[in-house]
């Protein structure tokens, strides 16, 4: 050590250009620790740390994936269609009781429970495929049931989701199971967005009676409950009018996973907007 010290006070340009490389090495990993090699962003990080006494706010979502069992996911990697479809219509809405005393939210990886103020945040993921119904109720309603498993780290239940189309009106879209607080369905309270149309412009959609903003409303809504996902729509090209049944149908294709058709009904005579699942020819 005395030699080394001796060396440096006899070569002060070589202790300069060494403690400048013990800064940079230093520096750089520090950068590999927070997943960065560019100094300017460490520097940046280094200049975040809270002074003491004043303690960073945590994230509780984070924390609450950080204490996910080992496999979560694994399991979220290997999601199908109609699993990620689920998970989607999950975070696209917060859900209340008919009374609002509960409420649930969820991200792809954490469900947020809400009572009297408090929340209760946990890790979850869907492990198995679940079973997808369709039919069709007496008053016309078509109906889907979506019936799956949501496994914590403390139990795995069994989840329904029912989504009730009615031939008028909005339709509904409830959750219940026992992975939730209350016994009683919580049902979908909001939506999930805007999506934003391509196509035709304003003028155009203008001389067919109907207004883009409008337009674009509508889409977002029957998205919301159909195709949370979706964020986009794109014009196919192809109208057909029908002068029989006075009606402009559009079709377009969402930018979800299953890049769903959709059509568009704009009716002639008040220029009321229909959507509907696929083309409609």
């Not at 196919?236 to 002068?243: F, G, M, N, Q, S």
């Not at 559009?250 to 058709?261: A, I, K, W």
């Amino acid at each position: 050590m005395g030699r080394l010290v001796k060396l440096l006070s006899e070569h002060l340009m070589l202790a300069c250009a060494l403690a400048v490389a013990l800064v940079v090495a230093l520096m750089g990993g520090v950068g590999a620790l927070l997943g960065t090699s560019r100094v300017p962003e460490v520097a940046s990080a280094m200049g975040n740390v809270p002074e003491e006494g004043h303690e960073q706010e945590s994230d509780p979502i984070q924390e609450a994936v950080a204490a996910e069992p080992a496999g979560f996911s694994s399991l979220r990697s290997r999601y199908s269609d109609d699993t990620a479809e689920i998970v989607d219509l999950l975070c696209a809405s917060a859900w209340a009781t008919v009374d609002d005393a509960n409420v649930l939210s969820f991200t792809p990886e954490v469900m947020v429970q809400s009572k009297d103020g408090r929340d209760e945040l946990v890790a979850y993921v869907l492990p198995a495929e679940p079973l997808v119904r369709q039919e069709t109720a007496q008053d016309g309603a078509q109906v889907v049931t979506r019936t799956f498993a949501l496994e914590t780290a403390d139990s795995t239940s069994l989840v329904t989701m029912v989504t009730r189309t009615p031939d008028e009106g909005d339709p509904t879209i409830q959750v219940a199971g026992d992975a939730f607080a209350s016994e009683s369905p919580y049902l979908r309270v909001e939506g999930s967005g805007s999506v934003v149309l391509d196509a035709p412009d304003s003028e155009w959609l203008a001389q067919a009676g109907v207004d883009r903003d409008e337009l674009e409303g509508s889409m977002g809504e029957w998205c919301a409950v159909h195709h949370p996902s979706a964020t986009a729509a794109t014009w196919t090209r192809t109208a057909l009018d029908d002068y029989e049944a006075r009606t402009l149908t559009l079709t377009y294709e969402l930018d979800n996973r299953q890049r769903s058709r959709v059509a568009v009904v704009i009716s002639h005579d008040d220029g009321s907007v229909t959507i509907e699942e696929g083309s409609s020819w």
